[in-house]
């Protein structure tokens, strides 16, 4: 049996079926006012529990963990979500348990409908939230995970509320019908460090109480295991442990390859919260910090103090190491309430990032502004996203002068900083050397360059085969961007989940790439196998890969020699 590894590491035990809830049934009431009484009870005890599981899970996991059930607050007082149900009741009679399922149905139907991960995500969440709601009116109780043993959790789905009440010292791993790499749950699960393994389509098979192995890293799930493999399992735990322990042996030691060529290892955040996983897994600078998490999850626009606060903060934590700010990055599939984007039929190729930001000076000059405040704290970079155009960069550049008087009129300081781009769109990498005159460096992001490149809508389960980074194409594009970036004197890194890639870092180290910067988890791996490497050996691989013609034969030949 076989699914998606999403989170490292070997588990084994007895199977626990996490039982669904029996939906509620069809049910009219002619007291539609108790109902509602029954439904403001319900969302006051659930608004409670909600905040209980934001501390506990900010505290035992993480705060951007935490976050989510901080967002599924802000949705359980949302009006057009509590409005609906309250109409269904008053209008129809619904009983409360029912006029929720209802409003459930159809919130996740069109959220799923919408076709990208982060509207997915969304519909997970309003489904946690409605199913929290429908527990206590029906009065089910939490499940209780009492076992002698470790157990191994498998379920169609689980929710974040599932996944951060789950005791973690009686959990084995997860395993689930449906879900990906990004889902909540998978995050949740890599940080507790809890094997999981997601999109089982057979999971049926699977039954209360068998023994299984898995293997949160491949996805192979064997059902009771022989003794000669529960032995290889067994060799295959102690290895991990072992090579945990080593890697943590790395933790001060410089990304030097075998032959002294220095590379810098940097993370990926989204929120300053994220710093304490950065520090812990000692990532050498911050390679993309997502601004957007300022923007999500609120009514109106973020200020400029507190802007310039989460900015600042992240700069001094990291004192001298570099720290890269993407600039606003909404729109596609990141969509903002109270901003004035249009219904798009292709929203990924449309009015997005940098197109927006600048289509809206006064929205960007209060970024731009808090960046250069910060700038006096740390080492900052300024990096403009979906950049195509030469245009864009120069138009960027006359608003941070502006900027720049602004500040000094009010007797406001800033400091130095770079300016860079990311590398996302195919046009910005063919035309890379004339960019590259105008920046101080380039970021590779590659997770829009292949699906640009590739023409493939990376949500598109149908052509999923299709979205690969192991392209001759994408790899001809990278190569060229970072020889267009050293021949102009700039550094060139990566902030796209290829960075992270084990089997693709022999590849870019070859190329020349000067900064990677992946998940904090990622970093001391990717540190071991740098310092395993010699530029000479490099350039023999990178140019037996050139060779071949088919994204098929290079993800072979790579994977097969990363084994």
């Keep these: ?82 409005g609906k149900i309250k109409q269904l009741i008053r209008e129809k009679k619904y009983d409360a348990s029912y ?51 470790p157990i191994v959790i498998v379920a169609h789905d689980l929710t974040p509320s599932d996944t951060a009440s789950i005791p973690k010292d009686k959990v084995s791993g997860f395993i689930t019908a449906i879900g990906g790499v990004t889902s909540h749950t998978a995050i949740m699960s890599r940080t507790l460090e809890i094997p999981a393994v997601v999109g089982v389509s057979d999971i049926s098979s699977l039954e209360d109480g068998q023994y299984v192995i898995f293997d949160g890293s491949t996805g192979e799930i064997t059902i009771d295991p022989s003794e000669v493999l529960l032995t290889k399992h067994k060799v295959k735990v102690e290895a991990y442990e072992q090579e945990k322990i080593l890697l943590q042996s790395l933790i001060g030691k410089e990304s030097l390859s075998k032959d002294g060529r220095k590379v810098e290892l940097a993370c ?34 973020p200020s400029e103090e507190e802007q310039f606060t989460a900015y600042k903060t992240v700069l001094e934590q990291m004192k001298d190491k570099p720290v890269v700010i993407r600039t606003l990055d909404v729109g596609g599939d990141k969509q903002l309430s109270y901003l004035d984007f249009p219904k798009e039929e292709n929203p990924f190729l449309g009015y997005r990032a940098i197109r927006y930001c600048l289509d809206h000076p006064e929205l960007f000059k209060i970024q731009l502004r808090a960046l250069l405040r910060a700038s006096i704290y740390g080492n900052l970079k300024i990096m403009l996203p979906m950049i195509s155009s030469l245009d864009q960069i120069n138009r960027t550049k006359e608003l941070l002068e502006i900027c720049k008087q602004e500040l000094t009129d009010k007797g406001q300081e800033y400091d130095s900083y ?79 989940e290829v960075a992270g890639q084990q089997d693709m870092i022999p590849l870019l180290f070859a190329m020349g790439l000067d ?10 791996k990717s540190r071991a196998l740098i310092r395993s490497m010699d530029q000479e050996s490099a350039n023999s691989l990178l140019e037996e890969v050139m060779q071949f013609d088919n994204a098929k034969e290079i993800k072979e030949y790579l994977q097969k020699r990363q084994a």
């Design 99 to 149: 006029a929720v399922k209802v409003v459930k149905d159809e919130m996740v139907a069109l959220f799923l409908g919408l076709d990208n991960d982060y509207m997915k995500e969304r519909a997970a969440d309003i489904k946690d939230v409605c199913n929290g709601l429908i527990k206590l009116l029906l009065g089910i109780e939490d499940i209780d995970y009492h076992s002698e043993e």
């Design 268 to 301: 990926n955040i989204g929120h300053p919260d994220d710093l304490e996983y950065v520090l812990d897994n000692d990532g050498e600078g911050i390679g993309l910090f997502r601004s957007e998490f300022l923007y999500m999850n609120r009514s109106s626009m």
């Design 1 to 82: 049996m076989k699914g998606i590894g999403a989170s490292p590491g070997f588990g084994s035990g007895r199977v626990f079926i996490k039982k669904e809830f029996n939906e509620p049934i069809l049910k009219c009431v002619d007291d539609f006012e108790s109902e509602l009484d029954q439904l403001k009870w319900s969302s006051d005890l659930l608004m409670e529990k909600l905040k209980t599981l934001e501390l506990h899970t900010t505290e035992t996991i993480g705060a951007e963990e935490g976050e989510i059930f901080k967002a599924h607050q802000m949705m359980l007082s949302d009006p057009e979500l509590v």
């Design 418 to 496: 770079e300016l860079g781009i990311m590398i996302e769109i195919p046009a910005a990498a063919i035309i890379s050397d004339q960019l590259a005159k105008a920046v101080d460096f380039f970021s590779i992001g590659t997770n829009d360059l292949i699906q640009y490149t590739t023409a493939v809508d990376r949500m598109n389960e149908t052509i999923s085969e299709l979205y690969t980074p192991y392209h001759p194409a994408l790899l001809r594009l990278i190569q060229t961007v970072i020889k267009n970036g050293h021949k102009a004197g700039i550094w060139v890194g990566m902030c796209g």
């Design 515 to 524: 900064e990677f910067s992946m998940s904090p988890s990622s970093v001391l």
